[in-house]
């Protein structure tokens, strides 16, 4: 989809998509090199200000200044909403709690790119179709009003009467033409409601619940925001993080309301004794996903604390759950993309059979 610009409260600090890769990667690196958070922050400012991009390398030093001075990073973060959101923010408290840093930069710049990559395929193939459909708007609009009239006095003089497409198209034409003004009393009132709901707890959840029955689009949000989850699990607990330390992480990867109340399950089931398995459950996870989490818990760890089976097992099912992303993903462009192509072709087959059945 088209790059988005974040502001930032520093100073107007803007930053685009592919900056916010660039800057986890760095930080990544530095980490790897074994620079304090402070000094990697100082490093990553100083390329951008190198850039010519003043205004986030002033937010970034920002944060530099904050986590010196004893902030953590997460928490020097939230001056900066507009740059990071409670995902990021969550993933670097993740990573301050495991002492691994330089994992949690990694797999953000790896988020970072997906998104980026996801957002550009399905934009190339909607874009196209959707283009093609305003045009042949416009072009019925331009034909119903200025060409076909012209039609229907040659015709009326000959003493035959208009076509039913033709005679439609004029009809329709001529409606919007003289209340138009209807169709945007229509869509304000649809923003209108739209920001209603979306500016109340209760009216968030009734948007988001109908946000997941979209068709098709609805699991694929599911499916991102657990593959997201699913990206994180196995290094966290690699690094010796218990299961209910995992809660912010899940909160803040979780937008949709629905899907928070959800992980509100897992946090219930994590604290009154319940296993990983069961929580991933509760809280919604595929069948498909849990199996291999539920098999692996089960085996004691082969070397020291941690369950490398489990580490195991959260892999592969991050890597299944990916594929079904992948797949709902792909179904969903294909068939919004299809629909727009058979609804840009109909409208651009009735311009051109209102003017042969007019001429006729």
Known sequence: MLTLKLSGNLGGATLEPRDRERFFFFMAMMMKTGQTTADALRAVAKAFRAEQKDDVANAISGLAQKVSQGKPLSAAMLAERGMFSDMHRAAILAGEAANNMQKSF?????????????????LAELLTPFLMLCLSLVSVFNTGLNTLPIMAKVREAQGKPMGMIPQGIMDVTAFGAHYWYLFVGCLLVALFVMWSLNSNPAGRTTLHTLQLRIPIYGRYLMYRTYTQMLLYF????????????????????????????????????????????????????????????AVAENYA?????????????????????????????????????????VLGGAVMMCDMLSIVLAQG
Not at 107 to 122: F, N, T, Y
Not at 313 to 331: C, F, P, V, W, Y
Request: glycine share 8%.
């Open 106 to 122: 990694e797999v953000l710049r790896v988020l970072e790119d997906k998104a980026i990559q996801s957002k550009r395929a399905g």
């Open 234 to 293: 196995p290094y966290l607990i690699a690094s010796g993080v218990k299961p209910k330390q995992l809660i912010p992480i899940m909160e803040g990867l979780a937008t949709n309301t629905v899907i928070k109340r959800r992980i509100e399950q897992f946090n219930h089931t994590i604290t009154t004794g319940g296993t990983l398995a069961q929580a991933m459950t509760k809280s919604g996870f595929p069948e498909l996903i849990v199996t291999p989490v």
């Open 301 to 341: 760890p082969t070397s020291g604390t941690v369950n490398d089976v489990l580490i195991e097992g959260m892999q592969h099912a991050h890597t299944i759950l990916e594929r079904m992303l992948n797949d709902t993903h792909s179904r969903f462009v294909g068939v919004f993309s299809a629909l727009l192509w």
